[in-house]
């Protein structure tokens, strides 16, 4: 720890989001974390960075950085496949890792990483900042406060992550399974997907359909139906796509004594008077309804996001401090996606836990028949500000 | 015809929606019909109808109504499995036939009716009342116009049919594969179905999960999830159930330039200025977005129901006049319907059109397995009005 106690934070990427970590500390948003540190292989963004802050010091790899001495600890924003490479060798360095979402790319190696962090003294985090926004923060709270009864329910159309062709040319490794492994799934719905099961568990059952270039020239997925199954019996579907404009952010949650829903940045609720189930039994009337009052949950109107993350990684360094979300707790969406991708590629539906090794193995045919785009125009920072 | 240039109507089936169409009758709001006649296999629902009406001519079995000479038209509102056979025995002696939904059980047999049609000069219309609702007219013509481009995706997420045991309870024959043939798709959703295919067109291809007895101790489905594919690639979500209480109704419908939404009695349009995959294409932002105005669609207000589609077969009999549902598209909602079953059933995907034989010998497992209900209460009317 560096004396005047705040934590000596390298940055791995200097990428989008690299950047965007970068600024939040030039724009003293981070006060417990001093970034001492920036890694790239891109020579470039490493000038960039040292223009945006002299002091700091420019590694051209990872390794580097990590061995310098000049950091507690790490954030990485590498390009996916990366993530939990690099996240092991940190943590085996005794230096505290912040992964970039998603986790990795298939759940065999984000495996490994949580067995390292397992027997590792180190601080290990991930970065789900929408798990900071009040409005999924009340849904969890709701939801796992038992009080409105079991799941019975829960659709997501999260449609409202439009991209255009110019956005997966912005960089030859997008969007290609060699270079990404993934597209909508990989790349934008991590954070739903970890919502998801945040608030409402981990399914049992997928049945996916991933249509694959659907809506741009691109290898990978950009239209995504999920199919769920919980182990109580709930059911749940999940719509994603970057092809739609204007998108729709709507998810509903049904309890057996209430409706949530999530839309518009409001949280409403449907509160039953009794349990559906018990009601539907007992009744006397064939068409009877339960009374019910609906009303906008109260939110605490907070949505600190990365800075959020960040600054509880560095209270977990320094005082041991909850985290926001726990590194080994990415392995979860990643399981959702994954099995979604098998589910597609076998055309059946997959039981969770799945065989991490056919996953692999599937994967690694498309890699092989991945086509890295060769036409691409330069590397482009675009404004991520709005793009968790 | 009859002297007064009315049709006379014969009613067959006096149970709920039979008992329905008669007080509409004796309400005076089917100026061009007389209902002349009923038929039903229980004398006491022949004496209630006699009871209501004292001139009506009474029948016990749906053959001696047809071939009395007192009736132009029928309407069939038996149990769904005798509504083809009925309309070709009606159709045969040259009767007009009204269906009540749905069509059939299956396919195979609905053919067969279609195929009678096709070659009898009767008037053959089905009861699709939801199709009057100026709300669906409205995304019917707006999606058929083609003025907003192509359809990209169709979300229906349909809960709002809760029924209770006690609803299972109150016939027999109700929810048992060899009485109804069908739950939630066969008897609640057929409307649902048919406008979903009426707005959307039908799809090529269906997975679903349809849960047997998931919410009620019955033998059918009582929560489905149903995945379409359409020949242009675009896709569709179909969620129900008779389970959630308060459901919601809320049909969101993606074309290339603009978002509709059916939700609350209202139809939101989201018109954008371009279509989106010209502007994905050639956008030189990422992250671009298209500019659009949302507003409420004009509505006529109308919504008719069941006078309105009776009004209208009467003036199709009397003048040649249009139908609101040709007889012949109430296969549409049933094909997907089946497909679903079929679907859930064998566990794979299903290309349509599918194998009506397969499917027929499929329903017959379920017919053999079935288990009508031994005790159960006493078969009651309730007040239908809000059921459609």
């Known amino acids: 720890?560096?004396?005047?106690?705040?934590?000596?934070?390298?940055?791995?990427?200097?990428?989008?989001?690299?950047?965007?970590?970068?600024?939040?500390?030039?724009?003293?948003e981070l006060p417990e974390i001093?970034?001492?540190?920036?890694a790239d292989i891109?020579?470039?963004?490493?000038?960039?960075?040292k223009e945006e802050c002299p002091l700091i010091l420019t590694f051209e790899s990872a390794d580097a950085l990590i061995n310098s001495g000049e950091v507690?600890?790490?954030?990485?924003?590498?390009?996916?496949?990366?993530?939990?490479?690099?996240?092991?060798?940190?943590?085996?360095?005794?230096?505290?890792?912040?992964?970039?979402?998603?986790?990795?790319?298939?759940?065999?190696?984000?495996?490994?990483?949580?067995?390292?962090?397992?027997?590792?003294?180190?601080?290990?985090?991930?970065?789900?900042?929408?798990?900071?926004?009040?409005?999924?923060?009340?849904?969890?709270?709701?939801?796992?406060?038992?009080?409105?009864?079991e799941l019975k329910r829960v659709n997501w159309i999260i449609t409202d992550w439009f991209r255009t062709q110019r956005y997966y040319d912005s960089g030859g490794w997008r969007a290609t399974w060699s270079g990404e492994g993934g597209g909508?799934?990989?790349n934008q719905c991590p954070h739903n997907l970890d919502l998801w099961q945040w608030i409402c568990g981990m399914p049992v059952k997928i049945f996916a359909v991933c249509h694959e270039g659907k809506w741009h020239d691109i290898e990978v997925e950009d239209d995504v139906m999920i199919y769920a199954e919980y182990e109580?019996?709930?059911?749940?579907?999940f719509v994603t796509t970057t092809g739609d404009f204007p998108g729709t952010n709507r998810l509903e949650i049904t309890l057996d004594r209430a409706k949530l829903i999530c839309e518009n940045g409001t949280l409403t609720v449907n509160e039953l008077e009794k349990n559906t189930t018990e009601f539907s039994k007992n009744s006397s009337q064939g068409f009877g309804r339960i009374k019910y009052k609906t009303y906008e949950a109260e939110l605490d109107g907070e949505n600190p996001q990365h800075t959020g993350v960040l600054?509880?990684?560095?209270?977990a360094v320094l005082r041991g401090e909850p985290l926001i979300a726990k590194g080994e707790e990415g392995i979860n969406g990643l399981t959702i996606s994954n099995a979604a991708f098998l589910s597609s590629w076998l055309g059946k539906t997959i039981d969770i836990p799945f065989?991490?090794?056919?996953?692999?193995?599937?994967?690694?045919?498309k890699i092989e028949n991945s086509d890295i785009k060769k036409n691409v125009v330069s590397s482009v920072q675009e404004d991520m500000s709005s793009t968790y």
Chains 1, 2 share one sequence.
Not at 34 to 38: F, G, I, L, Q
């Open 311 to 315: 600054n509880a990684f560095a209270a």
């Open 1 to 28: 720890m560096s004396q005047t106690n705040k934590v000596r934070l390298g940055i791995i990427g200097m990428g989008n989001m690299g950047s965007s970590h970068l600024r939040f500390y030039l724009e003293d």
């Open 232 to 237: 109580n019996g709930a059911t749940g579907s």
């Open 184 to 186: 909508v799934l990989l």
């Open 355 to 365: 065989d991490d090794e056919l996953f692999y193995n599937e994967l690694q045919k």
């Open 34 to 38: 001093t970034v001492t540190a920036v």
């Open 42 to 49: 891109d020579p470039e963004r490493l000038e960039w960075a």
């Open 72 to 149: 507690d600890a790490v954030i990485i924003a590498t390009p996916h496949y990366f993530h939990p490479e690099i996240a092991i060798k940190a943590m085996k360095a005794g230096i505290h890792v912040m992964c970039e979402k998603p986790a990795g790319v298939y759940t065999k190696q984000v495996k490994e990483m949580n067995e390292v962090a397992k027997n590792s003294n180190t601080v290990f985090a991930i970065m789900f900042n929408q798990r900071t926004n009040c409005l999924y923060k009340k849904a969890h709270e709701l939801v796992n406060s038992g009080e409105f009864g």
